[in-house]
C-alpha cells in the first residue's frame, strides 16, 4: 500500500470539471424518489425477490453462490417471471415467444427481446445458459430498482442493508412488522418449514435457490424439510422446467469460459524505472497509465522479489468491490503490522461478513451527525492552531496540513493531542508500511533503535487514550470514536478484543497523515484554480458571516462547489492509489486467470 505526499510538483491539475454528481450517482439520485405508490402499481418481480431471498444482512450482500450458479439462477428467474407474465411458455423440451410486447422492466426487456429475434427453436436449458452474459446487467438493474423503491439501502464498497420497513405496509396493505426483504424470506422460510401451501411464485424462488444448493446454509434444515423442499420443486411446471434448466447448467454447463487464454502483459523493470510519473512520485497517475496501456491485468517482475500482479481500470475496480470478497483476501498483507501490534482481525486487514459488521458497528463514530455534535470544539481547534500563522509567512505545505488534521482528529476521535508526537509516529507508520507492507525495505529496518523508541511512543499514546475515558474525565464530554470502541468491546469481546484496542487507539493520530496529504492536494488545486478558489470562498463567507453556522447550515446547496471540488480532488488524488491482497479462490477477471496465492 503506498501514499503520495504532498508536492506541487508530483501532480497537476490541467483541467478540473465541477460536475454535480457522477453517471450513477445522478441516476440513483434520481431512483431514490421513488414512493410507495411505484411499489403498488409495480409489484416486486419475481427476480427481485429472488435476490431479496439471496440477501444475508450480516454480511451486507448475497449468500455466497459461485459466479457461474448465481448467473443462471438470476436468468432462471427472468425466463420464469417472463413465463408468468405470459410472455413466453417453457417445457420440459422447448421454449417459445406467446407475446413480443415490452414488459417495461429493463432487466427482463432484454432478454425477450434476444429471445424473440432468434430463429431458434432450443429448450429452457439452451437459452439459461445463452442469456447467462445478460445476468451481470439483470443484477445491477435489479439492485437499482430495489434502492429505488428504498427496500435496500447502498453503503460504499458495494455493501447493502435492509431499508426501514414503512413500505411493507404499502405492498401488502396491512402493517407487519419487518422489512420487506425480511418478509419475502419469511414466506419462504413459512413454506418450507409448515405444510403451507405454497403459491407458483414461491416455488419458483425454492426451485432456484435449492438449484444453487444454498437453501441448507440460509436455513436449518432437517430430513423432512429437505423432503419438504423437494415437494415444492416438483408443484409448479414453469418452476420445475426453470430450476431443471438451471441445475443441469450448474452441473454440466455445454460452454464454459476457458481461462488462462490470455497470457498476462509485462512491464519490464527497466522500462517501469524510465517512466517520468514514477520519478516524479506520482503513483495514481504512473498505474492510471501502465493500466492504458498495458490492459487491465499486467504483471510486473522486481528485482530479486516475487512478481506482482496488478488490475486496475473502472471495469476492474467494479468487479473488485462486487465480488473481490469472494476470491481476494487483504489479512495477509497485513498480518505484520498486527504482529508489531500484538493484534488480529483489525480494520484493514478484515474482510467480508467482519469488515461489514465493524463498519456498522462504529459508522456513527466518524458520520456527519457526531462531527455536528463537536463543531464548537473543531472551531476552537483550528483557530488556536493558525494563530500562530503570520502573514506572509512560507509554510511547508505536507506537515503544515498533516498539524493541522491532526489538532482536529486527536480531541475529536480520542479526546486527546498528539501534536508532540506526530512526527515520530508518522515516521514509525511509514517505516512499517515500508517493511511489512510494501516491502521495499528489509524486515530488520523495522527493529532498530529508533523504531523501537518509536514504538513505546504508540504505548503513551494509548495510555493517554485510558487516561482520558475514564468515567470521570468523559463526564458531561459529547461521545467520540474511542467511546463507541470501549463499548464494542464490552459488548462482544471476542469481535474486538483488548488485544486490539492498541492499534485502534492510535489510529485517530495515523489518520491525520491522510486527511492532511489530502487538504494539500485541494490547496494546492484551489490556488491553482481561481475561480474555483473565488466560489469556495464566496460559500465561505456566506455561511460564516453571521456567526460560526450550525451542522444544518451546511447543506449540500449551501457548500455545493465545495462539495463537488472535494469530491473532484478525492477522485484525482487518491492517498492510498493501490491496495494489496492475495487470491484465495481462483477467478478469472477480464479473460485472465488469477491462481490461488497470487498477490
Known sequence: MCFCPFNPGRATLSFLRLHPCSMSDARRS??????????????????????????NESTGYFHQVPGWNMNCAIIGAALAELSLLSRIDTDMTSLHVLDPTSTGDPALDDILKEIVVSEESRDTQFWVERLVA??????SLTLERLLSLRILEHHDGEFYTLAAPELHTARHGASREGTIGQFVKGRISTIILTDSIPDPR???????????????????????????????????????????????????????????????PTVRWRYLLRRPHLRSGNIPALFSDLAQEYGPVFQIKPPFSPTLLFMGGPEVNRWVHRKGRIFLRAADYFAGIEEVYGAHGVFPSLDGADHFRLRKALNYGYSRNRL????????????????????GAVLQPASACRYLANTQIG????????????????????????????????????????????????????????????????????????????????????????????????????????????????????AAHRKIHEGIRNEADALFGAGDPEGPDFSKSAIDVTRRFIMECLRMYPIIPMSIRNVMNTCVVEGFELPIGTR
Request: aromatic share 8%; charged share 25%.
Open 372 to 391: 455536528e455534535g463537536h463543531l464548537d470544539t473543531l472551531y476552537l481547534r483550528i483557530r488556536n492552531f493558525v494563530a500562530d500563522w503570520e502573514e
Open 411 to 526: 480531541p475529536l476521535m480520542a479526546g486527546i493531542d498528539t501534536q508532540d508526537v506526530i512526527d515520530e509516529l508518522i515516521k514509525f507508520k511509514e517505516r512499517l508500511l515500508l517493511t511489512h507492507v510494501g516491502r521495499v525495505l528489509p524486515k530488520f529496518l523495522a527493529h532498530t533503535p529508533s523504531m523501537k523508541r518509536r514504538a513505546k511512543l504508540i504505548e503513551t499514546v494509548v495510555e493517554r487514550v485510558q487516561f482520558a475515558h475514564t468515567p470521570a474525565q468523559r463526564a458531561g464530554c459529547p461521545r467520540n470514536l474511542v467511546d463507541d470502541l470501549l463499548s464494542l468491546h464490552a459488548s462482544d469481546p471476542q469481535f474486538l478484543p483488548e488485544s486490539n484496542l492498541k492499534f485502534f487507539f492510535s489510529t485517530p493520530a495515523l489518520a491525520s497523515v491522510y486527511l492532511g496529504d489530502m487538504l494539500g492536494f485541494a490547496l494546492y488545486s484551489m
Open 134 to 139: 445478460h445476468a451481470e446487467s439483470v443484477t
Open 202 to 264: 414461491d416455488a419458483i424462488i425454492v426451485g432456484l435457490a435449492n438449484a444453487c444448493d444454498v437453501l441448507r446454509f440460509m436455513f436449518d434444515l432437517d430430513a423432512d424439510a429437505e423432503r419438504r423442499i423437494e415437494q415444492i420443486c416438483n408443484l409448479d411446471i414453469i418452476g420445475r422446467t426453470v430450476a431443471e434448466a438451471v441445475k443441469h447448467n450448474i452441473v454440466n454447463p455445454r460452454v464454459q469460459r476457458i481461462v488462462g487464454l490470455k497470457e498476462y
Open 30 to 55: 434520481c431512483l431514490m424518489d421513488a414512493t410507495a405508490d411505484d411499489l403498488k402499481a409495480r409489484p416486486l418481480s419475481l427476480v427481485d425477490e429472488f435476490v431479496l431471498t439471496l440477501f
